[in-house]
């Protein structure tokens, strides 16, 4: 079946271009390529004076290369042919003598479709709530279809290295300024394609035309300046190949003709698909699309409908759910000690909201939508008749337990979910006459950014109590993983470790900013120190202080950490190891405990350490049925706490080093530091003794 239909518009002689690949996305593979190249050719033959594209699917413009034909069909050679042809194939609809357009009706046109519209049309025509960017590097890899080149000749070289080495996906809206761009409602889009067709007829394509002059001229100093920047910031982990070839084509494009810099994209592109951390990072991207939204394997029957939802505690955290829920069309009543506060917290999300429609990267109906489905009260009577409460206030356990009391005094049928990092759904539900009702919805901050939810499930949790919570996460738009009642649970156990790791690694000598330059080094997204300051360094100590009381055999918080924290330094606003963005705070250094007992690890060890910290505690996870299986391990530890995704996570690490080395040098590191995180996991004997050493996941 053609994946692109060609009819033509006779009276008007307008050919239109119907994409429509298998799959729920189109994407880009070598039948669409060569489909492509045939509408053009028949187009040609027709003479037309101009080709509409347009998607026969929803929300799908073109997203994007077939990764699966990709990855399993070609070798680097196939693969830099593929490239190629499709770059003929742009090649010869931008040079056609007739305009080209594309219509976008709320659609996304991402990677290699963006790439469509930028170098094979003349101009794009799009309702407000339609998407373009280039995610490349989210999936290991970088835009190769004349992306950087073609983007850097509407935008400039600044925005350009931003959203390719970001990986970023932007509404329509922020393209309106680069001249390309018409947005319309979508009754008129195809008759303003239509007239535009009609008064460009003698139109010369951007990217081959003479006269072109970049949009925002740097001088060669600058543009050396910023390139250094751009690989002082994204190329320091050696781990992360594809943003060292996404800058490198950006450099390198800057000097060379149209023609040769394309080409040189698909050069550097080819080479990357043997690597194994880009298969880590595309293996990743399918087990979080693919797995991730059934991964907690559930009876939906079971499921309480939850058309209305109420959030206990309008705090930051309160608010956040309170946002993301309303977001998805779920109504939220907001409950606090009193109507003012949760007044208060209505018009804070109402403030950040109108930002980033300011920014225009939300609608303003969008925005009035959300808000509308917001109530406050500060009485607990109202929750009657509301399926689903969400505790969020911070952690207590006396005041969990009071609320507990008042939501099912008010409604006996009510499932109370905890929004708790660490405490475990049997002390929460201890007084509780229902504590089947009670079930963890363990939520990261931001709420509105982090796509995880993390459903904690007691020993006397319901199934219609954990199901409801799942299904109430999906609907949120969550990435759902079920997890065992213990102290920390899995995501604050393995984060607290690796920033528990981070003060041992100071309190052994090591520079506080060189251990977080390790830790970028090592592929994670921030230091353990950094990290202290943003996530707020009262709620890492009261944490790690909570989980050490209950299980010290695998945790112990450093006695620099307590000294930090009771000399102020907590970070979120207030003073930590960084002062005005990342700029060194050097009076923390007063409070540091050197612990001269210890021996100072060198760079490569220190970075094994913050990385084999996480991986042994979430095989202990594992052992103790706090985790179910490894892809929760694996897509949990990206999404929650920052694993390095060019290692696809904990499990897949672990199956690419090896049970015995991993286990063997996990117990190495325990015999030179002692650190209970060190212990090494039973769960590795457990896997050498069935024989198993790779290949987990």
């Not at 053009?40 to 929300?59: C, F, H, N, P, W």
């Not at 922020?174 to 947005?183: D, L, P, Q």
């Not at 003012?340 to 930002?355: S, Y």
């Not at 917001?374 to 929750?383: A, V």
Request: with cysteine; glycine share 10%.
């Amino acid at each position: 079946m053609e994946q692109i239909r060609y009819r033509i518009e006779r009276d008007k002689k307008i050919a239109i271009f119907e994409i429509d690949t298998p799959g729920p996305v189109n994407t880009i593979g070598e039948r669409l390529i060569a489909d492509l190249g045939k509408a053009t050719e028949q187009a040609r033959a027709d003479g037309v004076r101009g080709v509409i594209l347009r998607s026969l699917k929803d929300k799908s413009f073109l997203d994007g290369a077939n990764l699966m034909e990709i990855t399993k069909n070609l070798s680097v050679t196939g693969l830099k042919h593929l490239v190629l042809k499709f770059h003929e194939a742009l090649e010869t609809l931008a040079k056609s003598p007739f305009p080209v357009v594309a219509l976008l009706f709320d659609q996304t046109a991402l990677g290699g479709g963006f790439e469509t519209l930028l170098w094979g049309c003349d101009h794009i025509f799009a309702t407000p709530g339609s998407k373009m960017g280039l995610p490349e590097v989210t999936v290991g890899l970088f835009p190769a279809g004349g992306g950087p080149e073609t983007l850097r000749r509407i935008l400039g070289l600044k925005a350009t290295v931003d959203i390719v080495l970001e990986g970023k996906i932007l509404p329509v809206d922020f393209y309106n300024h680069s001249g390309i761009v018409t947005i319309a409602g979508a009754d008129e889009l195809l008759a303003e394609a239509r007239e535009w067709i009609e008064a460009h007829q003698d139109i010369v394509n951007r990217n081959y035309d003479p006269r072109w002059n970049d949009p925002e001229p740097l001088s060669k100093e600058e543009q050396v300046e910023l390139m250094k920047k751009a690989r002082a910031r994204y190329t320091i982990c050696p781990q992360k190949p594809y943003l060292k070839a996404a800058i490198d084509v950006i450099e390198e494009g800057i000097g060379l003709p149209f023609d040769e810099a394309v080409q040189n994209e698909a050069r550097r592109f080819a080479s990357l698909i043997t690597g194994p951390h880009v298969k880590n990072k595309i293996d990743l991207f399918f087990s979080i699309t693919s797995i991730g939204p059934n991964l907690a394997r559930i009876d939906r029957k079971k499921a309480v409908p939850v058309k209305e939802i109420a959030v206990i505690g309008a705090g930051l955290m309160g608010q956040g759910v309170a946002q993301v829920c309303a977001d998805n069309g779920i109504g939220v009543l907001l409950i606090d000690l009193d109507k003012a506060t949760a007044q208060a917290a209505v018009e804070k999300i109402g403030a950040g909201l109108e930002q980033l429609v300011r920014k225009g990267r939300w609608r303003q109906e969008r925005k009035e939508k959300l808000l509308s489905r917001i109530r406050i009260t500060d009485d607990y009577g109202e929750l009657r008749g509301i399926p689903l409460v969400i505790e969020a206030v911070f952690e207590d356990l006396s005041l969990k337990q009071e609320i507990l009391k008042k939501a099912q005094e008010a409604n006996p049928e009510i499932i109370f979910a905890s929004n708790t990092s660490t405490i475990p759904m049997e002390d929460v539900s201890a007084r509780s006459e229902r504590p089947e009702q009670v079930v963890g919805m363990h939520y990261f901050s931001p709420v509105p950014l982090m796509p995880l939810l993390e459903v904690v499930q007691g020993s006397k949790t319901s199934d219609s109590a954990l199901v409801t919570a799942v299904s109430s996460g999906r609907q949120q738009g969550k990435t759902c993983i079920v997890v065992g009642d213990r102290p920390g649970f899995y995501t604050s156990r393995t984060f607290g470790v690796f920033v528990m790791t981070g003060f041992y690694l100071i309190e052994m000598g090591l520079d506080p900013w060189e251990v977080d330059r390790l830790a970028i080094e090592t592929g994670f997204p921030q230091g353990p120190l950094h990290v202290y300051g943003t996530a707020g360094g009262n709620v890492i100590y009261h944490a790690g202080l909570f989980i050490q009381s209950r299980r010290p055999d695998i945790f112990s918080v450093p006695k620099t950490l307590i000294r930090v924290y009771e000399a102020g330094y907590v970070g979120a606003g207030k003073p930590c190891f960084y002062q005005d963005g990342l700029k060194p705070d050097p009076s923390v250094l007063d409070y540091i405990e050197h612990d001269s007992s210890l021996p100072a690890p060198g760079r490569e060890e220190a970075k094994e350490m913050l990385l084999l910290s996480m991986v042994n505690q979430a095989f202990m996870c594992l052992e103790e049925g706090v985790l179910k299986d490894y892809y929760s391990m694996d897509i949990g530890a990206i999404l929650g706490i920052g694993f390095p995704d060019c290692w696809h996570g904990p499990a897949r690490y672990v199956s690419q080093n090896g049970v015995r080395d991993t286990r063997k040098r996990v117990g190495e590191l325990y015999d030179r530091y002692g650190l209970p995180f060190f212990r090494p996991a039973d769960e590795f004997e457990t896997l050498l003794a069935c024989g198993v050493d790779r290949g987990l996941i």
